[in-house]
């Protein structure tokens, strides 16, 4: 009776087997017909397959069908956005080329061989702020000259006057002059330039660089955001210097713009657009020929260009200490705190800086050579810090010389509420000469 019920189960079971597999081929033939008619006659054949969906399997094939039309829609609105008229790379060219300018400025050769060399040219890029006569620019593209040439795409050629400079977020701006018959910027041939806010932007958001990498003017390139909330180090031979022996006063560019838009020598100064034509972004800075460039964020702009072009200098607030940056350092400094807390990790202090007298405390060695953490900054006003550029973009973005900064820190095991007063930032000159006089005694 046993081998008789055994016998039965498996004359089940294979009728069952051939159902699904009957079901299975079925199905695989449904979706290969619906797919070769489709690719074969086109979309006007759908209503035959749709005849063959009466049953619960033609239903789920029918929905599927469905998804493809959607994806391809989302597609076909993305390129029609990227192919609009107003918003085609060419068309955002044209509108924008009349507003930028090449800047150059004559250095003495530092090896003068013949008469001829006995001066060098340093090019750069610009672009028109207002309808003033006022230029924007790198302050590394003109340095310590008083007075620069300025070329814009119609061949007009004007004198400018440097009157203002931030060489910490590296800023200037350029007042046309010399015999100027109608400003750029008072008729229809050079206007300013849209500036947007870099706060908006996207990672993968298309971007567009004009300037005049290697001499060769008016050249556009394009690439995407690749990153926001970067820290751009000031790379000048002074600022590594600093940055080696007195950390807290390095500067670094908060809420950098990274992209992989080609930018090269003689690019710097020039404008970072979006598929609008907004300036989002000034290029400054790449690292070799990587695609990883940086731009200062239009929101600096909008920020330091009023002021210098009011004051003629700029001036940033200063805490006096520097954060841990290197990854190893980070790494083993969380293996000291709670596992939801986040933060910054304070390196180095100034003695008698503002953070110093607020009782800030830097990282340290002891006798065997271990290193151990520096206190752990939580939040800025209530603002939680998660990262370096959340800590510096907040003092500098929204804080200034004479004012207070509530920092939350986390010190063995315990919260702690501290009050600096922020100062301003320091001159650099005056390390320079700290570092000669302690070395040439």
């Given at each position: 009776?046993?081998?008789?019920?055994?016998?039965?189960?498996?004359?089940?079971?294979?009728?069952?087997?051939?159902?699904?597999?009957?079901?299975?081929?079925?199905?695989?033939?449904?979706?290969?017909?619906?797919?070769?008619?489709?690719?074969?006659?086109?979309?006007?054949?759908?209503?035959?397959?749709?005849?063959?969906?009466?049953?619960?399997?033609?239903?789920?094939?029918?929905?599927?069908?469905?998804?493809?039309?959607?994806?391809?829609?989302?597609?076909?609105?993305?390129?029609?956005?990227?192919?609009?008229?107003?918003?085609?790379?060419?068309?955002?060219?044209?509108?924008?080329?009349?507003?930028?300018?090449?800047?150059?400025?004559?250095?003495?050769?530092?090896?003068?061989?013949?008469?001829?060399?006995?001066?060098?040219?340093?090019?750069?890029?610009?672009?028109?702020?207002?309808?003033?006569?006022?230029?924007?620019?790198?302050?590394?593209?003109?340095?310590?000259?008083?007075?620069?040439?300025?070329?814009?795409?119609?061949?007009?050629?004007?004198?400018?006057?440097?009157?203002?400079?931030?060489?910490?977020?590296?800023?200037?701006?350029?007042?046309?002059?010399?015999?100027?018959?109608?400003?750029?910027?008072?008729?229809?041939?050079?206007?300013?330039?849209?500036?947007?806010?870099?706060?908006?932007?996207?990672?993968?958001?298309?971007?567009?660089?004009?300037?005049?990498?290697?001499?060769?003017?008016?050249?556009?390139?394009?690439?995407?955001?690749?990153?926001?909330?970067?820290?751009?180090?000031?790379?000048?031979?002074?600022?590594?210097?600093?940055?080696?022996?007195?950390?807290?006063?390095?500067?670094?560019?908060?809420?950098?713009?990274?992209?992989?838009?080609?930018?090269?020598?003689?690019?710097?100064?020039?404008?970072?657009?979006?598929?609008?034509?907004?300036?989002?972004?000034?290029?400054?800075?790449?690292?070799?020929?990587?695609?990883v460039g940086f731009a200062i964020p239009s929101n600096a702009i909008t920020r330091i260009i009023p002021t210098l072009i009011a004051k003629g200098n700029y001036t940033h607030?200063?805490?006096?200490?520097?954060?841990?940056?290197?990854?190893?350092?980070?790494?083993?400094?969380?293996?000291?705190?709670?596992?939801?807390?986040?933060?910054?990790?304070?390196?180095?202090?100034?003695?008698?800086?503002?953070?110093?007298?607020?009782?800030?405390?830097?990282?340290?060695?002891?006798?065997?050579?271990?290193?151990?953490?520096?206190?752990?900054?939580?939040?800025?006003?209530?603002?939680?810090?998660?990262?370096?550029?959340?800590?510096?973009?907040?003092?500098?973005?929204?804080?200034?010389?004479?004012?207070?900064?509530?920092?939350?820190?986390?010190?063995?095991?315990?919260?702690?509420?501290?009050?600096?007063?922020?100062?301003?930032?320091?001159?650099?000159?005056?390390?320079?000469?700290?570092?000669?006089?302690?070395?040439?005694?």
């Amino acid at each position: 009776m046993l081998a008789g019920i055994k016998s039965c189960l498996s004359v089940r079971f294979s009728k069952i087997t051939a159902r699904i597999g009957v079901v299975i081929t079925l199905a695989l033939i449904l979706v290969l017909a619906h797919s070769f008619i489709g690719s074969t006659y086109g979309v006007g054949q759908q209503g035959r397959i749709n005849a063959l969906y009466d049953r619960p399997l033609g239903q789920y094939l029918q929905a599927m069908s469905v998804i493809q039309p959607k994806q391809n829609s989302i597609i076909s609105n993305l390129t029609s956005d990227l192919l609009a008229p107003e918003n085609t790379l060419n068309t955002i060219f044209k509108e924008a080329e009349r507003s930028i300018v090449t800047i150059t400025r004559t250095l003495p050769s530092p090896t003068t061989v013949t008469p001829e060399a006995q001066n060098i040219t340093v090019l750069g890029t610009g672009f028109v702020y207002d309808n003033q006569g006022h230029i924007v620019t790198n302050n590394h593209v003109v340095g310590h000259a008083k007075t620069v040439n300025v070329l814009f795409e119609n061949g007009d050629r004007f004198t400018a006057k440097v009157i203002g400079g931030d060489t910490l977020n590296d800023l200037a701006v350029l007042k046309l002059s010399g015999n100027i018959t109608q400003l750029p910027g008072q008729n229809e041939e050079s206007t300013p330039l849209p500036i947007g806010n870099s706060s908006k932007l996207q990672i993968g958001e298309p971007v567009i660089a004009i300037g005049n990498p290697y001499r060769l003017e008016n050249t556009m390139t394009s690439g995407i955001v690749s990153a926001t909330g970067r820290l751009i180090p000031e790379d000048t031979q002074v600022e590594q210097f600093l940055r080696l022996h007195f950390p807290w006063v390095a500067f670094s560019i908060a809420s950098g713009i990274q992209t992989d838009a080609p930018i090269n020598p003689g690019n710097s100064g020039g404008p970072l657009l979006n598929l609008q034509g907004q300036v989002i972004g000034m290029n400054t800075a790449a690292i070799g020929n990587n695609g990883v460039g940086f731009a200062i964020p239009s929101n600096a702009i909008t920020r330091i260009i009023p002021t210098l072009i009011a004051k003629g200098n700029y001036t940033h607030p200063y805490l006096g200490l520097a954060i841990d940056a290197s990854a190893s350092a980070i790494a083993n400094d969380y293996k000291n705190v709670p596992a939801n807390l986040n933060g910054v990790f304070v390196n180095a202090i100034e003695k008698a800086g503002p953070a110093d007298e607020a009782g800030l405390r830097g990282s340290g060695l002891d006798q065997y050579y271990q290193r151990h953490s520096g206190d752990m900054v939580v939040a800025v006003d209530g603002h939680n810090v998660t990262k370096a550029d959340d800590f510096i973009s907040y003092i500098d973005e929204h804080k200034s010389p004479g004012e207070s900064l509530n920092l939350t820190v986390y010190r063995d095991g315990k919260i702690l509420h501290l009050v600096a007063h922020l100062k301003p930032w320091p001159s650099l000159g005056q390390f320079v000469r700290q570092l000669i006089s302690a070395t040439n005694p």
